[in-house]
Nanobody, 127 residues
């Protein structure tokens, strides 16, 4: 059973930066495709970014493209989300997700494709 734990959230002013981490345990990390999703109050879960098993493929939501960078360190079994130029509309609970992927380059922006989820970490961006 894969377990995911996020960290790194907090309160930051608009224009600032944060780095989220997602530590995985209980599975073979190198077999997991992973992603970040977020949910703002009163809204549904929204795709942010995803990365393939090998890290060679990444995809981003248009709203964060050019500002956020997803990465992973398979040796540390950890995924990251570097967030720069933060905006108030980025305020949300950010959750990491994972699923076993057959193909090394596979990624997905679809919530239902992921079977493992973390509890989430709050990111608040003040104006």
């Amino acid at each position: 059973q894969v377990q995911l734990e996020e960290s790194g959230g907090g309160l930051v002013q608009a224009g600032g930066s944060l780095r989220l981490s997602c530590a995985a345990s209980g599975g073979t990390f190198s077999l997991l495709a992973m992603g970040w999703f977020r949910q703002a109050p009163g809204k549904g879960r929204e795709f942010v970014a995803a990365i393939s098993r090998s890290g060679s493929s990444t995809i981003y939501a248009d709203s964060v493209k050019g500002r956020f960078t997803i990465s992973r360190d398979n040796a540390k079994t950890t995924m990251y989300l570097e967030m720069n130029s933060l905006k108030p509309e980025d305020t949300a609970v950010y959750s990491c997700a994972a699923t076993v992927a057959v193909f090394q380059s596979w990624t997905s922006s679809i919530v239902s494709e992921y079977g493992y989820w973390g509890q989430g970490t709050q990111v608040t961006v003040s104006s």
